[in-house]
C-alpha cells in the first residue's frame, strides 16, 4: 500500500510539473566600448567615446544608457542619431545600434570610466536584457599654456565671424548698434568654446544677451563640432567717433599641435547729434517744417549754417580783412627776408670756392643789415666792427675776383671773421637800447 501511494505522489507531481509554463531562454546581447581616435589625448582635446550594442535578435526599442559623471573631464551623452549596425560573427548575424559620449579631460594622466549598465528590450516578448559594459581607460598628456591664454581650446579648425547691425552709418544719439560674434570650431563640443569678451567704450552703454550654445552634426547625425553665438547691444550716449575693440581666440590645432589666433577685425563708426525722436505710430506724412527743423539739428545744418555766418561776417567787415591780409603778407615777407635769414645763407657759403657766389651771399647781407642801422658797406663793417683779420680777408677776396692776381682766399676765414663782427654789431645794439639806471643828473624843467 506504501508504494503504490508514493508512486501516486510521484506521478501527480509530474503532471503538475508538465502544466508549468517553461521560461524562455534570455536573447544574448554583446557590448563595445572604444575610442575615437585611439591613442593618447591632449588635456582639453575632446574625444568620443562609442559604444556599440549588438543582439542576434532585435531590439523593440532603442538600448537606455545613462548619463556618466567623471572626475576630472567633461563627459556627455551626444544627442546624435544612432548609428546601425550588421556584421556577421561565427556565421549568425548580428544587429545593432552605436551611441557615442563626449569627453574632454581636464586633467592630464590616466582618466579610468568605469564599467556601467545598458539596459535594452529584445525579441517578440519584449525581455529586458541588462550587460556590463567593460571599463575604459584613457591617458591623456599634459598641456601647456602660451603667455597670455587661460583657457585650452583645441580644436581641428575653428572659424570666427561677426556681424554688425545697423550697416549704414547713419547712426544718432540714442541709436543702437548690435555686434553678433559667431565661434564654429570643428572636433570641439559648443560647451568648451570661450565666450567672446565685450569690452565697455566711454559713450556708450553695453547690454549683453545670453549666448546660444549648441552642436553641430552632420548629415548623417554624427558630431561635427560646436557653435557658439554671443551678442551684445551698444547704446550711443554721445556723439562721437566710436571703435569696437577687434576680438581674437587663441586655439590649437589638434592635428599640428600648433597654436594658432582667429580675429575678427575693430568696429569704427560715427554718431551724430540725436534726432528727433519717432513716434511709435508715425503718419504716413511727416510734414515740411518738422522735416526741415529736424535737418538743420543734425550736424550737416549746423555745419552749413556756421559757414554761411562766417561768410556773412567776412563780407560785412571785408576791408578790415583786406588790411590785415596785407599787413600779414608784409610781415611774412619781412621775416623770411630778416637780417639773421641773410647771414644764415652767408654762412652756408663757408666752404663755398666761387669767389662771385661767396661776394654775392655777403653783398646781399649787407644790404640787408643796413635797413637794421648797420654799416652799408664792407668797408664801413671793417672800420666799425672788423679788425685786420676781416681787412685782409675781404681783400684777398675782392683781388681775386677784380685783381687778377690769383691771390690766396679763404671762405672759412672771411665767414668767421664776419660772425665776430656781427657779433660785436648785435652787441652794441643791445647796449645802446638798454636804458640808464640812474635819472639824469640835472633833469630840465
Known amino acids: 500500500m506504501k508504494r503504490l501511494l508514493a508512486c501516486l505522489l510521484c506521478l501527480g507531481m509530474m503532471i503538475a510539473h508538465a502544466d508549468e509554463p517553461v521560461a524562455p531562454p534570455s536573447p544574448p546581447m554583446r557590448v563595445r566600448v572604444h575610442q575615437e581616435p585611439a591613442g593618447a589625448l591632449m588635456q582639453g582635446e575632446t574625444a568620443r567615446i562609442v559604444v556599440d550594442v549588438l543582439t542576434s535578435d532585435f531590439f523593440i526599442d532603442a538600448p537606455v544608457l545613462p548619463e556618466l559623471h567623471i572626475d576630472g573631464a567633461y563627459l556627455s551623452l551626444s544627442a546624435e542619431t544612432p548609428g546601425h549596425l550588421v556584421e556577421t560573427v561565427d556565421g549568425q548575424n548580428w544587429s545593432g545600434v552605436s551611441r557615442t559620449y563626449l569627453i574632454t579631460p581636464l586633467m592630464s594622466g590616466t582618466v ?131 571703435t569696437l575693440p577687434p576680438v581674437t581666440v587663441r586655439w590649437m590645432d589638434s592635428r599640428t599641435r600648433e597654436w594658432r589666433e582667429s580675429t575678427v577685425p575693430a568696429v569704427h563708426f560715427h554718431a551724430w547729434w540725436g534726432a528727433a525722436n519717432k513716434p511709435r505710430f508715425a503718419l504716413p506724412q511727416r510734414g515740411f517744417m518738422p522735416c526741415l527743423i529736424g535737418w538743420f539739428s543734425s550736424d550737416a545744418g549746423l555745419a552749413l549754417m556756421t559757414l554761411a555766418v562766417l561768410a556773412a561776417l567776412a563780407w560785412y567787415f571785408r576791408a578790415w580783412c583786406a588790411r590785415q591780409w596785407q599787413r600779414w603778407k608784409a610781415w611774412r615777407y619781412e621775416y623770411r627776408h630778416r637780417e639773421a635769414v641773410a647771414f644764415r645763407a652767408v654762412r652756408r657759403r663757408r666752404n663755398e670756392t666761387s669767389a662771385a657766389a661767396l661776394a654775392e651771399a655777403v653783398d646781399a647781407w649787407v644790404r640787408r643789415a643796413a635797413a637794421d642801422g648797420a654799416p652799408g658797406s664792407m668797408h664801413g663793417w671793417v672800420a666799425s666792427y672788423g679788425d685786420a683779420a676781416l681787412h685782409d680777408a675781404w681783400n684777398a677776396l675782392q683781388d681775386a675776383l677784380y685783381g687778377g692776381n690769383g691771390s690766396t682766399w679763404s671762405a672759412q676765414v672771411l665767414v668767421d671773421r664776419l660772425t665776430d663782427a656781427r657779433h660785436l654789431w648785435k652787441r652794441s645794439r643791445w647796449r645802446w637800447r638798454q636804458r640808464p639806471a640812474l635819472p639824469p643828473l640835472n633833469p630840465m624843467a
Open 112 to 242: 579610468e570610466i568605469p564599467s556601467f549598465e545598458i539596459t535594452a528590450h529584445l525579441g517578440a516578448q519584449r525581455l529586458p536584457v541588462t550587460v556590463q559594459t567593460p571599463p575604459l581607460s584613457l591617458r591623456v598628456q599634459a598641456l601647456v599654456l602660451p603667455d597670455g591664454v587661460t583657457e585650452a581650446l583645441i580644436a581641428r579648425s575653428l572659424k570666427v565671424t561677426q556681424t554688425i547691425t545697423p550697416e549704414n552709418t547713419g547712426l544718432h544719439v540714442g541709436d543702437t548698434v548690435t555686434r553678433r560674434i559667431e565661434i564654429s570650431a570643428e572636433g570641439a563640443p559648443a560647451m568648451m568654446l570661450p565666450p567672446s569678451t565685450f569690452a565697455p567704450v566711454d559713450g556708450l552703454t553695453l547690454y549683453p544677451a545670453s549666448p546660444v550654445v549648441r552642436d553641430a552634426v552632420d548629415n548623417h547625425g554624427g558630431f561635427v563640432g560646436g557653435n557658439r553665438v554671443d551678442t551684445a547691444s551698444y547704446v550711443i550716449d554721445h556723439r562721437g567717433r566710436y
